[in-house]
């Protein structure tokens, strides 16, 4: 059984809090972050010996190197990374303010680069240790009006590949899981009606679940996927296909 603790860095939106269960439930301990303006997510707020949660602001590369040092601290080693933290505020380009692009540049994708930069000398170390990026399929089909977290979804990718080329030889991995439309709190806004319209979009006609996202991650984090590494893999329904 994996005993590397994972850091899950976002663990209070859907997608990350399905990653926790599902590698707590693999008894894999998890270190797990929410931002200082909220809480740990209710189903997890008490996870006792299971893990430990912490609170970062993914913006500031000084906390999230102090997050680095405190896991490796408490969890006696470093973990592997999940990166799950990411925002939203759609615009059309020509509405897309500074502060608006600044915003989702900073928390979808410098934060991904710092906490991969704090972990990367500690991985290289141990060997045999995982990155993984939880990236969108926005990065491979436009989308009118995300423009910004288009641009940050697009850019894991391809920090990724540089990643897997570098820390490679360590035995260390990286790797971008991309959902396509998933069933969660993102899109409670959406009418219902055009829910049902958007999903006769999919081949496999229905949203995607939390959980296969997760299921998805706990196999790349896993010694089963160990020869996977500078892969973007979408999880959609097809989605990417039509």
């Known amino acids: 059984m994996v005993t590397r603790p994972c850091l899950i860095i976002g663990a209070s939106g859907d997608i990350g809090e399905a990653i926790a269960h599902k590698l707590i439930g693999n008894g894999r301990p998890v270190a797990l972050t929410h931002s200082p303006r909220s809480g740990p997510t209710a189903s997890l707020a008490d996870i006792g010996d299971k893990g430990k ?5 993914v913006r500031d590369a000084k906390s999230i190197n102090q997050l680095v040092a405190d896991v490796q ?10 990166y799950s933290a990411g925002i939203t505020k759609d615009a059309g380009l020509s509405l897309i303010s500074d502060e608006t692009w600044d915003a989702v540049i900073a928390t979808n994708l410098s934060g991904a680069f710092y906490a991969a930069r704090a972990l990367s000398k500690p991985l290289m170390a141990t060997g045999n240790g995982r990155i993984l990026f939880i990236g969108s399929v926005t ?46 709190r993102m899109l409670n806004h959406i009418p219902a009606s055009a829910l049902d319209a958007f999903k ?28 996977v590494t500078g892969q973007s ?10």
């Open 139 to 184: 990065a491979a089909k436009g989308n009118a009006g995300q423009l910004s977290y288009a641009a940050t979804k697009g850019a894991l990718e391809s920090m990724c590949r540089v990643i897997a080329k570098e820390l490679g030889r360590f035995g260390v991995t990286c790797n971008v899981v991309a959902p396509g439309a998933i069933d969660s």
């Open 53 to 57: 949660w912490y609170a970062v602001d």
């Open 73 to 82: 601290k408490d969890f006696k080693q470093p973990p592997d990374l999940v």
């Open 233 to 242: 893999i979408y999880i959609d329904g097809g989605l990417t296909a039509v």
């Open 200 to 227: 006769k979009n999919i081949p496999l006609r229905r949203l995607g679940k939390t959980e296969e996202v997760a299921s998805l991650v706990s196999f790349l984090l896993s010694e089963d996927g160990q020869y």
